[in-house]
């Protein structure tokens, strides 16, 4: 995902001494190169900062998915790769943007996006699918959740709620807002929301760009009430999550989380964290991946500190959407399992990620294995697709959104029911 | 350049579908604004020229479906099919390079504007000679008047990029440097 950079005074610094003696822009002009700037900080969410001064650096830069969602017949199904035994075809297409996933009681499947205004339906009719624009003119809405009839819908900066959503989809009315006391910052504003066990829903906010100190209201996961009252802080030293599930056995949270840009290739890793108790710190900006002490912002200070997470997800890999599986279609190794969304990696020279990976987790909650599930999004270190989300249906399937060409794919087991387009 | 536009248009025209109107009819208003030759004499409109086609692509999307503001061009793009924003895009990309600007360069405010320029590593991103990269634009030789208008709207939040780096970027940037910064890029060529 595209992750935003942030400020490393020092390497700025170094960027500013070094861009004096480099040809670039000064060099072009037939006038006197001028005297280095006068320091000044890029701002926090820019994706330069941090960024070192080398070549293989600066070919890197988040990379932006074309606009318009690929044609039914182009998408990329024949390349994508499932485990012997598993089947994976085209759940519904033509979603420009498809990203986080909610799916009703009724079987109603819900799409938000980032880089558009929409939110999308997927109905299925006696296996025929269509897709339906139900909320449009929002304004990043990445994140949807449902419960008890009412669709929730997370845009950059407020949550707004659809009740009775089955019922009026053909002519749905404007979201009401029921949250709104959210900072506006572009750099990890947008949000993936769920609602756990405790009939909370649950609303991350960013640390607002790569590696930055910030105020209170940042880099956190809140919880509140289905009416948007009783907000608190749930946890904190939360850099970006963008996805996160219960536990079905101990009720736990967990929750992926983007380690930083820029600190090396291999380094620091995507976390996969558990909430144990309310009000845990998980050490971003500090500490990342349990026991790397930021060289910028760690200073004076102790990874010991922090919960260490209970995996890691790769370097720069976006690890994304997770849930866990509870259902029965699959082999019996996958119960309780999380199948994870990895975006893919744009902060590295050799794109990793790019996939949804399997974790199985020992009988105290920690991580035994972590395992390639759906692979082939990733060609001669080019995208072909990019998964963003996963939800399992009613049936025990398992859905993937696909933002790059705006599609969900779903992915069964066993003698293939082949569903109708 | 001439040959180059004519080998363009001929490309463009055996791409396109039958129909009533030929590429060369439906793209001419385009052209009376935004210039014959990439070059646009319009004030506050931009030149196509030697544009990236991805981000071409990419805002003509946005047009169509009104995530980027601008009345005449939500009209015009209003009713193009994805082939067409498509076929529009990748004519806009053959278009020639703005040409270079007849008024000439300010010293004092050049150097100020590349300092900008370095400070704010816009080069990472539009390459060195910031003729742009796939959904970046290029931003080299680019009208000063639209660069201003732009970089201002960025800066205020009032135009969203499809993604947010603009706005980012534009934050630490103050308002009275945006007049050198888009001097000095609308006279790199």
């Given at each position: 995902?595209?992750?935003?950079?942030?400020?490393?005074?020092?390497?700025?610094?170094?960027?500013?001494?070094?861009?004096?003696?480099?040809?670039?822009?000064?060099?072009?002009?037939?006038?006197?190169?001028?005297?280095?700037?006068?320091?000044?900080?890029?701002?926090?969410?820019?994706?330069?900062?941090?960024?070192?001064?080398?070549?293989?650096?600066?070919?890197?830069?988040?990379?932006?998915?074309?606009?318009?969602?690929?044609?039914?017949?182009?998408?990329?199904?024949?390349?994508?790769?499932?485990?012997?035994?598993?089947?994976?075809?085209?759940?519904?297409?033509?979603?420009?943007?498809?990203?986080?996933?909610?799916?009703?009681?009724?079987?109603t499947v819900f799409v938000g996006s980032r880089l558009?205004?929409?939110?999308?339906?997927?109905?299925?009719?006696?296996?025929?699918?269509?897709?339906?624009?139900?909320?449009?003119?929002?304004?990043?809405?990445?994140?949807?959740?449902?419960?008890?009839?009412?669709?929730?819908?997370?845009?950059?900066?407020?949550?707004?709620?659809?009740?009775?959503?089955?019922?009026?989809?053909?002519?749905?009315?404007?979201?009401?807002?029921?949250?709104?006391?959210?900072?506006?910052?572009?750099?990890?504003?947008?949000?993936?929301?769920?609602?756990?066990?405790?009939?909370?829903?649950?609303?991350?906010?960013?640390?607002?760009?790569?590696?930055?100190?910030?105020?209170?209201?940042?880099?956190?996961?809140?919880?509140?009430?289905?009416?948007?009252?009783?907000?608190?802080?749930?946890?904190?030293?939360?850099?970006?999550?963008?996805?996160?599930?219960?536990?079905?056995?101990?009720?736990?949270?967990?929750?992926?989380?983007?380690?930083?840009?820029?600190?090396?290739?291999?380094?620091?890793?995507?976390?996969?964290?558990?909430?144990?108790?309310?009000?845990?710190?998980?050490?971003?900006?500090?500490?990342?991946?349990?026991?790397?002490?930021?060289?910028?912002?760690?200073?004076?200070?102790?990874?010991?500190?922090?919960?260490?997470?209970?995996?890691?997800?790769?370097?720069?890999?976006?690890?994304?959407?997770?849930?866990?599986?509870?259902?029965?279609?699959?082999?019996?190794?996958?119960?309780?399992?999380?199948?994870?969304?990895?975006?893919?990696?744009?902060?590295?020279?050799?794109?990793?990620?790019?996939?949804?990976?399997?974790?199985?987790l020992n009988k105290d909650g920690t991580v035994k294995s972590v395992e390639p599930f759906l692979t082939g999004f990733i060609e001669d270190n080019k995208y072909v697709g990019r998964p963003v989300d996963v939800m399992q249906l009613k049936d025990g399937s398992l859905l993937v959104s696909d933002d790059w060409n705006g599609a969900v794919y779903r992915i069964s087991y066993g003698k293939q029911k082949v569903a109708a387009k | 350049m001439y040959k180059t536009l004519t080998a363009a248009l001929a490309l463009a025209l055996l791409t396109l579908p039958a129909s009533a109107e030929t590429f060369q009819e439906r793209a001419a208003p385009c052209l009376a604004c935004h210039g014959e030759r990439g070059t646009s004499e319009t004030e506050n409109t931009p030149s196509l020229g030697g544009q990236q086609a991805p981000y071409a692509l990419i805002q003509l999307f946005m047009f169509r479906e009104k995530l980027r503001l601008f009345e005449p061009m939500n009209e015009m793009a209003k009713s193009l099919t994805d082939d067409d924003l498509r076929t529009f895009s990748d004519f806009i990309a053959t278009l020639p390079k703005p040409a270079v600007p007849t008024d000439a360069a300010d010293t004092a405010r050049m150097a100020r504007g590349a300092a900008l320029a370095n400070q704010n590593r816009c080069n990472t991103c539009h390459n060195p000679d910031y003729s742009g990269k796939e959904n970046v634009p290029r931003i080299a030789g680019q009208r000063e008047d639209y660069l201003a208008k732009t970089l201002a709207e960025y800066k205020d939040n009032s135009r969203h990029g499809y993604d947010a780096t603009m706005a980012d970027v534009m934050q630490t940037v103050a308002k009275d440097q945006i007049g050198d910064l888009a001097h000095y890029l609308a006279h790199q060529h």
């Open positions: 995902m595209i992750d935003t950079s942030f400020a490393s005074r020092r390497l700025l610094l170094a960027g500013v001494f070094f861009s004096a003696f480099t040809l670039c822009a000064a060099a072009q002009q037939p006038a006197t190169p001028p005297a280095a700037p006068a320091a000044q900080p890029l701002p926090p969410g820019s994706p330069m900062i941090g960024r070192p001064d080398n070549e293989a650096a600066a070919k890197l830069a988040p990379v932006a998915p074309p606009p318009i969602p690929a044609a039914a017949d182009k998408l990329p199904l024949a390349k994508l790769k499932v485990p012997a035994g598993f089947n994976i075809e085209v759940y519904a297409s033509g979603m420009a943007n498809a990203r986080s996933l909610a799916q009703s009681d009724k079987g558009v205004d929409k939110v999308y339906a997927i109905t299925d009719k006696d296996g025929r699918k269509s897709v339906k624009v139900i909320a449009s003119g929002l304004y990043r809405p990445n994140g949807v959740a449902f419960k008890d009839g009412t669709l929730y819908i997370a845009e950059l900066s407020k949550v707004s709620k659809i009740e009775k959503i089955d019922d009026v989809l053909d002519n749905p009315p404007k979201p009401t807002v029921i949250y709104d006391k959210l900072p506006k910052d572009e750099a990890h504003g947008w949000k993936f929301i769920a609602i756990g066990p405790d009939d909370k829903l649950y609303v991350p906010v960013g640390q607002p760009g790569n590696n930055v100190l910030h105020d209170a209201d940042h880099g956190q996961i809140r919880r509140m009430n289905l009416d948007g009252t009783g907000a608190e802080v749930y946890a904190v030293g939360v850099r970006n999550t963008v996805g996160f599930d219960w536990n079905p056995e101990t009720k736990q949270l967990y929750f992926t989380d983007n380690g930083r840009d820029w600190l090396s290739e291999t380094v620091p890793e995507d976390e996969l964290n558990r909430v144990t108790k309310a009000g845990e710190d998980f050490g971003a900006p500090f500490c990342y991946q349990g026991n790397i002490i930021d060289q910028e912002l760690g200073w004076g200070k102790d990874c010991k500190n922090y919960t260490p997470p209970v995996g890691l997800m790769g370097p720069h890999t976006a690890a994304l959407g997770m849930r866990f599986y509870t259902g029965s279609m699959f082999p019996k190794q996958y119960k309780n399992a999380i199948f994870v969304a990895r975006h893919g990696s744009w902060n590295k020279s050799q794109k990793q990620g790019g996939d949804v990976v399997v974790v199985k | -």
